[in-house]
């Protein structure tokens, strides 16, 4: 028997057959047409998990069950996606919509939990019982995992750790609110910051190796010209990582995890990210006694489609 | 069979013969007498649990363990009091310890922790599955329940809600950080933001009802002032709520509990603070979609006494 994991995402929806241990086996992708109607979506779900199937000559019955993660909130225990802007899906119940294709049990949770399950299953959580997944990226994700299993909340709200607010009063963020983490700890924070400070120091590498387009600033860019010495760069980055540490810390303060697991684009800036962080995150834990380790994730986007699959297993 | 719970704190420790349900049957205190050595100290919990059974006919056959919660941080694995400064125990194994005198099974965790089951298990959060139970005194004390069971942490840490941090660079806490949830939202905090507002403002009721010493003020004062319409006392405590709904809507971002149980001597402020504070709550909280419950804590010191006599249960 095995599970089909499912990857809901704005653009692509990526599908995997995942066996009882947690391993990726074949994996499948299609464009998700957002722009369509959701049963279109849902047809296109559907069509994927098939062809993964039919190429992989697994017979239908050997499924146990379809697990989905998808980028919004959700009832899990009725199976309805509440609101998911990036698909344009609001009060779906996608487990009714699926059981139109397949006779399986469709079980759901939001993609950034299902990562988090998968890098605890078979990423850099692998062996520890605890974990927090923080993704870096244009918001900031994150999944709760104790015990091996997600924290899902009381009404499948847990998770978002982008919007703990850490800085009272400070920077808007996307949600409305004022002072999440996300507002500074998100490569889109570092993103602003560094096109703010390439503003008032035109000089900076940043700029230069930006085709002096502050457009095309971009968290690789800004670490390029760390490397070469830029003190711009350096002062946004420090910057930068004092409140990722800031946001690491208060979470190890809440829950103590035996890992906390940073994926995204900037968690591949390992020398410049890890390494100095954990000095910094040391500072924000209690007693400074961290505990806690922080390791770079293994799986990238496969996490999403592992954990997905390994939702009830 | 019974358990018996011990809440092992710096005046006194006090003891209760718990049922395997979660009711307190049978309680009992004696002074901690903590400038003693901690093997006097140990004696004294020994002598109180000797005299709980003797006076209530119980025999020692009908305990099944002895939990004990402590004011400070532990092992529990290993039953190791790591360091607990309000009674002076610095890595003692008080397993060992207790083991010279019952042959029972001792476990250990935190008091607020253990006030937090406490309350999961017989209080406020009883009817639910996941709750955190914050204690708002000198400092903020607290303990998060997933599945009825204490979130311990990796290493037995967690739970230090108190050291999330809500304004980065803010308020110097205790603790040697900056911003800490407890620098503004302990009871610590309203009294010093009260003192600055009655030095600034003399004429304020605060200073009347504390007998114009501002050594004297309390958070009791502050909201009798606030009742009495004390427009002073009204910006302080207004400032004082901003911030608690601050540390708790970034808990319930992170978490999302059934409930969220508040405690310790503030709590009994209901009108003046709970009410008000769901709907600053609500600002904070993803989306402004505000599941959580918001309730008082309901045992007191019993809950203490509660939640370590079903550390095991």
């Known amino acids: 028997m095995y599970y089909i994991g499912v990857d809901l995402g704005g653009t692509n929806i990526a599908v995997g057959l995942v066996s009882k241990e947690g391993n990726l086996l074949y994996k499948h992708s299609v464009k998700t047409e957002r722009e369509k109607p959701h049963e279109a979506v849902i047809k296109n779900i559907v069509e994927a998990c098939k062809t993964l199937l039919s190429s992989n000559n697994i017979k239908v019955e050997d499924i146990e069950y379809i697990g989905i993660g998808l980028p919004g ?38 993609d950034a939990n ?9 990423g850099s959580a692998k062996d ?51 002072g999440c983490f996300e507002a500074y700890a998100s490569a889109t924070a570092l993103i602003r910051e560094s096109k703010i400070a390439a503003i008032k120091n035109p000089n900076t590498k940043i700029l230069e190796l930006a085709n002096n387009d502050i457009n095309l600033i971009d968290p690789k860019i800004v670490f390029a010209a760390l490397d070469d010495g830029d003190i711009v760069a350096k002062e946004v980055i420090d910057n930068y990582l004092y409140f990722l540490a800031v946001g690491l810390g208060s979470l190890i303060n809440i829950l103590q995890p035996d890992v906390i697991v940073i994926g995204g684009g900037v968690s591949k800036q390992e020398d410049n990210l890890i390494n100095p962080l954990k000095e910094l ?25 592992i954990g997905a699959g390994m939702l009830k297993a």
Chains 1, 2 share one sequence.
């Open 281 to 305: 995150v040391r500072e924000n834990v209690l007693g400074k006694a961290l505990k806690t380790e922080i390791k770079v994730a293994k799986l990238g986007n496969d996490a999403g489609i």
């Open 114 to 122: 299902c990562a988090a399950l998968g890098e605890s299953i078979a």
């Open 73 to 110: 909130t959700c009832n899990s225990e009725k199976g309805i996606i509440e609101y998911a802007p990036n698909i344009n899906f609001k009060n779906v119940n996608i487990r009714k919509e699926m059981k139109k294709y397949f006779d399986h049990p469709i079980y759901i949770d939001n």
């Open 128 to 178: 520890y019982d605890s974990s927090i997944t923080v993704t870096l990226g244009t918001g900031i994700g994150g999944g709760v995992i104790v015990g091996k299993k997600i924290v899902t909340g009381a009404f499948g709200g847990a998770g978002e750790i982008g919007h703990q607010i850490i800085k009272a009063g400070g920077e808007l963020c996307g949600c409305g609110n004022r």
